[in-house]
């Protein structure tokens, strides 16, 4: 009985070995391996601005009516601005009940509601100060964020791309070269899409501020791409 299992236990151990070897062989194949990076800056010609109006009130339909009243007037103001509907999302309503702690204990006591809505738009960037004016003027009173973007984000992504790829090619050529080996192909790659909108945090004096001095500097829209190749080196 144990003579006639000799025979398979001796290909079980001997099949993962012959592996192991070629995997081992593989491995030892002569390499040069690179990065390629790139980065392009364009100057914004967009905005995607969140803005929110908060109300605080002793009745909750008091806070709502008052929220519901500075989003519609907001987003009339930026229709006849101009601005499509299309380019323009507001959220529902949150209202939340507020209390008092007494400061020597004691049960909480209701104080108010407050009621926010926020309002997202996307806009040329010129327009973005007249829109946090026109913001002000209606009662909106807090910026959440600015996210400047370029219309040009799709073609800018392939040209950051190309030039990741090309930055990969000459380093690997130059390599070569200079230790005195040739490229015999390609053996990997790996690509890393990596582009960050940039963001503006402003908080509601600098939005007051704009109003009267039109004072905003605007930063550049990056696009910035990684690649990772490895060549196969000629013996």
């Known amino acids: 009985m144990n003579k006639a299992m000799l025979p398979g236990m001796a290909l079980a151990l001997v099949l993962p070995m012959l592996s192991l070897a070629d995997d081992v062989g593989a491995q030892e194949r002569p390499l040069l391996e690179t990065v390629g990076v790139s980065q392009i800056e364009v100057e914004p010609d967009l905005a995607e601005v969140t803005v929110e109006v908060v109300i605080k009130a002793e009745q909750a339909t008091d806070a709502k009516q008052q929220a519901d009243k500075a989003v519609a007037a907001f987003i ?15 959220a529902n309503l949150n209202l939340q009940p507020q209390y008092v702690y007494p400061e020597r204990g004691g ?4 104080s108010g509601y407050r009621a926010s809505r926020s309002v997202t738009l996307e806009v040329p960037i010129e327009q973005l100060n007249p829109v946090l004016d026109n913001a002000l003027q209606e009662g909106i009173n807090s910026v959440r964020q ?17 030039a990741a790829i090309s930055d990969a090619k000459h380093k690997a050529e130059a390599l070569a070269t200079g230790f005195g080996a040739k490229l015999d192909g390609i053996w990997s790659i790996r690509y890393f899409d990596q582009t960050p909108m940039p963001v503006l945090s402003v908080s509601r004096k ?3 501020d704009s109003a009267e001095n039109q004072s905003y500097q605007y930063g550049k829209v990056t696009f910035s791409d ?9 013996d």
């Open 206 to 208: 600098a939005m007051m």
């Open 226 to 234: 990684r690649v990772e190749v490895s060549y196969k080196l000629k």
């Open 146 to 162: 600015i996210s400047l973007k370029s219309s040009q984000e799709k073609n800018m992504r392939l040209q950051a791309r190309a």
């Open 107 to 110: 049960d909480a006591k209701l």
């Open 76 to 90: 009339g103001r930026l229709q006849q601005a101009g601005v499509s509907k299309d380019k323009i999302s507001s």
